[in-house]
T-cell receptor, first 113, second 115 residues
């Protein structure tokens, strides 16, 4: 099992719809979870972090965390074509006594007009 | 707007040559990472520094790669000798790890091509 898993997609949604991106992780001791957005040819950009079970909302973005199920998701409401990008889930996994940010392979999101 | 600065942006080199990539983290950030991104493997951690001390470099091929942080404003990643399989985008990221972990800021990356 990979440490951080994401469906590679592409996930295609119409403009205005809700996009749901999912991520599972292997280490039950993980405490910090992040979502990054990466446009083609660009560097990853942090969009949200979450530490506690439940939902965290920031504008059109909602991160959801369920530690019992080792599952974190990102919802994008009112999706726009400008949201088309690869979304990377990152989890701080403990390794050698330090928490190391470990990334999933990313899910490609396409929002079509 | 604070940013992580990486140089060079692009590098084409011949197999066997030494490559040095540089990173200037955001002022005040005490944590620096080097990642490599390829289509096949995604983002792989190569090295991790906190307060300039190396904490983890288990993802880095030790025979050819080396990472250092000679001062708080400069991190370097060297490959010697370079090989075609090293072709990738290399990212540096920095963050301020204090009372919590609020994520990291990535530089623009160095796109390395080894021919």
């Amino acid at each position: 099992q990979k440490e951080v898993e994401q469906n590679s997609g592409p996930l295609s949604v119409p403009e205005g719809a809700i996009a749901s991106l999912n991520c599972t992780y292997s280490d039950r001791g993980s405490q910090s979870f992040f979502w990054y957005r990466q446009y083609s040819g660009k560097s990853p950009e942090l969009i949200m972090f979450i530490y506690s079970n439940g939902d965290k909302e920031d504008g059109r973005f909602t991160a959801q965390l369920n530690k019992a199920s080792q599952y974190v998701s990102l919802l994008i409401r009112d999706s726009q074509p400008s949201d088309s990008a690869t979304y990377l889930c990152a989890v701080n996994l403990i390794r050698g006594g330090s928490y190391i940010p470990t990334f999933g392979r990313g899910t490609s999101l396409i929002v079509h007009p | 707007d604070a940013r992580v600065t990486q140089t060079p942006r692009h590098k084409v080199t011949e197999m066997g040559q030494e490559v040095t990539m540089r990173c200037q983290p955001i002022l005040g950030h005490n944590t620096v990472f080097w990642y490599r991104q390829t289509m096949m493997q995604g983002l792989e951690l190569l090295a991790y520094f906190r307060n300039r001390a190396p904490l983890d470099d288990s993802g880095m091929p030790k025979d050819r790669f080396s990472a250092e942080m000679p001062d708080a404003t400069l991190a370097t990643l060297k490959i010697q000798p370079s090989e075609p399989r090293d072709s990738a985008v290399y990212f540096c990221a920095s963050g301020a790890l204090g009372g919590g972990d609020y994520g990291y800021t990535f530089g623009s990356g160095t796109r390395l091509t080894v021919v």
